[in-house]
């Protein structure tokens, strides 16, 4: 990897802003010229124009993608021919490292280092990985009667739009393009209000890297009005959303309403992380229990926003766990040695302060953090914070929060921690920590979530199925399993006659 460093102060003065949409291979403005201010929570400052699309919009954008997946100029590819174009452009994704982390950073308020380190390249290796699996994928053949065939196939659905939200905008992307094009598909995309750039930029680059004018389309604009002319569009086959648990439910509405098109949902969480006394390394856990919580700022679907700690060690642990937090204090985005930056904008802010408020109003003891940072710069920053003495019927306990702060609970009994994790609407994942191996396989099993991580926190990878059980969601992303949300399965009968 290159190590020069940068001074990304300067990169940012100079650094290009292109707010247009991508639509049929080029960079258009919205058909009524309107666009919305892009605003960095870094400093609260304009850094350009966005295309605000609306209804017209996304009807040529559809238009152009179904265009494109009628005249087969992807969707008839050859899989090598779709391997090898999205191969180049995952390497063009990361020739492009330092660009994309600057806007990401810069649009976003999440520090240089870990756009650099982690965003840029999760992206590029989700659409290598669908690259590389997509011509080592067979169909099936059904046990039939001797007289007959029976193909089972999947293929591409057609038109796939994909609502994407503001916390990891490009791997959020990714996760839907990587699996959706390497099955052939046509999309368009609609990236969040809050983090437009990379989605446009990352659409450049695919054309270059030979991806056919029309198969990705990217139409920036607001939830109500872009997001939602896609989601009710009559000529869209499936929506990938991820995004809250209450445009969740309104996407199945609008599917409803429109082509009964599939709707595959990533949605919020408020994930349980156990700390059983048994537990041998409780220095490491208090590290992950902080540092996964802090991490992206809070603004993580898994974070691990109810830590759960049994009663007989709760005292010493919480201690461990608060004396993590300065490591954690706000910084400058751009900063190469910040590992926390800003929340993504203003409303974001006032929202997060505003549970900070009610966990202060309900009876739970701020140990903490609990304010605002960075105030002179006029950008958005919290403190982390972490609230002791929450039970799980607290509104800090019960809602997502998406900002830096930590509800602590205690419990007393294994069966006590696994009714409260599983006393939540949410579902996505789950922390066990135990050296009692029958214990952490009991409470794994026990837990209403997709992922549970035992004695570790921090683990991925694009191999593996992500997305939750209950209001956390449905299908999964990553891993050869993302396929089944944008493939049709087909069955062929043929009659074999006897000679
Ligand atoms: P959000 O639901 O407000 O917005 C997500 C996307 O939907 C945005 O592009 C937005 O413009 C669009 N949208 C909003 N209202 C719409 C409407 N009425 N019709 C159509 N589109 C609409 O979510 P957010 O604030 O951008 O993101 C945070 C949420 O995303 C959190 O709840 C978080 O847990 C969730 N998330 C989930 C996962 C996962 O994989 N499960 C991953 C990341 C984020």
Same mark, same amino acid.
């Given at each position: 990897? %290159?190590?020069?460093?940068?001074d990304w102060h300067s990169q940012a003065k100079t650094?290009?802003?292109?707010? #247009?949409?991508? =639509?049929?291979?080029? #960079?258009?403005?919205? *058909? $009524? &010229?309107?666009?919305? %201010?892009?605003?960095?929570? *870094?400093?609260?400052?304009?850094?350009?124009? /966005?295309?605000?699309?609306?209804?017209?919009? /996304?009807? !040529?954008?559809v238009k152009v993608a179904r265009t494109a997946f009628n005249d087969g100029r992807w969707s008839r590819q050859s899989p090598a021919e779709r391997k090898r174009v999205l191969q180049k452009w995952a390497e063009k994704i990361l020739a492009a490292r330092e660009e994309l982390a600057l806007l990401e950073t810069l649009d976003m &308020?999440?520090?240089?280092?870990?756009? !650099?380190? /982690?965003?840029?390249? +999760?992206?590029?290796?989700?659409?290598?990985?669908?690259?590389?699996?997509?011509?080592k994928i067979y169909d099936e053949i059904a046990p039939t009667a001797h007289n007959a065939l029976a193909l089972i196939q999947r293929e591409a659905m057609g038109v796939v739009g994909c609502i994407v939200p503001w916390n990891y905008p490009m791997i959020m992307s990714a996760w839907k393009l990587g699996p959706a094009l390497a099955s052939g598909n046509s999309v368009v995309l609609k990236p969040s209000e809050k983090s437009p750039?990379?989605?446009?930029? !990352?659409?450049?680059?695919?054309? @270059? +890297?030979?991806?056919?004018?029309?198969?990705?389309?990217?139409?920036?604009g607001f939830g109500q009005e872009a997001g939602e002319a896609l989601a009710l569009h009559m000529d869209v086959d499936a929506i990938g959303f991820t995004g809250s648990t209450r445009v969740g439910r309104k996407m199945l509405e609008y599917s409803g309403q429109s082509n009964l098109k599939r709707v595959f949902n990533e949605l919020g969480g408020k994930s349980a992380n156990i700390i059983f006394a048994d537990f041998e390394d409780l220095d490491r856990a208090a590290k992950t229990a902080a540092g996964s919580m802090f991490f992206n700022q809070g603004e993580s679907c898994n974070?691990?926003?109810?830590?759960?700690?049994?009663?007989? =060690?709760? %005292?010493?642990? *919480?201690?461990?766990v608060a004396s993590q937090a300065?490591?954690?204090a706000p910084g400058d985005p751009l900063d190469v040695n910040t590992i926390m930056g800003a929340l993504v904008d203003e409303s974001q802010l006032r929202t997060v302060m505003s549970y900070i408020e009610a966990g202060n109003a309900q009876g739970a003891k701020c140990i903490v953090g609990g304010t605002q940072a960075r105030i002179e710069s006029g950008g958005f920053y919290?403190?982390?914070? *972490?609230?002791?003495?929450?039970?799980n019927d607290m509104k800090i306990a019960r809602e997502e929060i998406f900002g830096p702060v930590l509800s602590v609970i205690r419990f007393k009994t294994e069966e006590q921690a696994i009714a409260m994790a599983n006393d939540s609407s949410y579902g996505l994942q789950a922390g066990v920590w135990s050296s009692n191996i029958n214990r952490a396989h009991r409470v794994a099993r026990a837990l209403k979530v997709g992922?549970?991580? /035992?004695?570790?926190? %921090?683990? $991925?990878?694009?191999?593996?199925?992500?997305?939750?059980?209950?209001?956390? &969601?449905?299908?999964? $992303?990553?891993?050869?399993?993302?396929? @089944?949300?944008?493939?049709?399965?087909?069955?062929?009968? !043929? #009659?074999?006659?006897a000679a």
């Amino acid at each position: 990897m %290159d190590t020069k460093i940068l001074d990304w102060h300067s990169q940012a003065k100079t650094c290009k802003l292109d707010g #247009r949409a991508f =639509i049929d291979g080029r #960079r258009l403005a919205a *058909i $009524d &010229g309107k666009t919305f %201010d892009c605003v960095s929570p *870094i400093d609260a400052k304009i850094l350009t124009q /966005v295309s605000r699309c609306q209804t017209a919009d /996304v009807d !040529l954008a559809v238009k152009v993608a179904r265009t494109a997946f009628n005249d087969g100029r992807w969707s008839r590819q050859s899989p090598a021919e779709r391997k090898r174009v999205l191969q180049k452009w995952a390497e063009k994704i990361l020739a492009a490292r330092e660009e994309l982390a600057l806007l990401e950073t810069l649009d976003m &308020g999440k520090p240089i280092k870990w756009s !650099l380190s /982690v965003d840029v390249p +999760a992206a590029a290796r989700c659409i290598q990985w669908y690259a590389e699996a997509l011509d080592k994928i067979y169909d099936e053949i059904a046990p039939t009667a001797h007289n007959a065939l029976a193909l089972i196939q999947r293929e591409a659905m057609g038109v796939v739009g994909c609502i994407v939200p503001w916390n990891y905008p490009m791997i959020m992307s990714a996760w839907k393009l990587g699996p959706a094009l390497a099955s052939g598909n046509s999309v368009v995309l609609k990236p969040s209000e809050k983090s437009p750039l990379t989605a446009m930029r !990352l659409a450049e680059l695919g054309l @270059e +890297a030979g991806l056919p004018s029309g198969v990705l389309n990217v139409v920036p604009g607001f939830g109500q009005e872009a997001g939602e002319a896609l989601a009710l569009h009559m000529d869209v086959d499936a929506i990938g959303f991820t995004g809250s648990t209450r445009v969740g439910r309104k996407m199945l509405e609008y599917s409803g309403q429109s082509n009964l098109k599939r709707v595959f949902n990533e949605l919020g969480g408020k994930s349980a992380n156990i700390i059983f006394a048994d537990f041998e390394d409780l220095d490491r856990a208090a590290k992950t229990a902080a540092g996964s919580m802090f991490f992206n700022q809070g603004e993580s679907c898994n974070a691990p926003s109810r830590l759960l700690v049994q009663e007989e =060690i709760a %005292d010493a642990f *919480i201690e461990k766990v608060a004396s993590q937090a300065p490591q954690h204090a706000p910084g400058d985005p751009l900063d190469v040695n910040t590992i926390m930056g800003a929340l993504v904008d203003e409303s974001q802010l006032r929202t997060v302060m505003s549970y900070i408020e009610a966990g202060n109003a309900q009876g739970a003891k701020c140990i903490v953090g609990g304010t605002q940072a960075r105030i002179e710069s006029g950008g958005f920053y919290v403190n982390p914070t *972490i609230f002791d003495r929450v039970n799980n019927d607290m509104k800090i306990a019960r809602e997502e929060i998406f900002g830096p702060v930590l509800s602590v609970i205690r419990f007393k009994t294994e069966e006590q921690a696994i009714a409260m994790a599983n006393d939540s609407s949410y579902g996505l994942q789950a922390g066990v920590w135990s050296s009692n191996i029958n214990r952490a396989h009991r409470v794994a099993r026990a837990l209403k979530v997709g992922t549970v991580h /035992v004695n570790q926190y %921090d683990d $991925d990878d694009i191999t593996v199925p992500f997305g939750g059980y209950k209001q956390s &969601g449905n299908g999964r $992303d990553k891993s050869l399993h993302a396929f @089944e949300k944008y493939t049709e399965l087909k069955t062929t009968w !043929l #009659r074999i006659e006897a000679a």
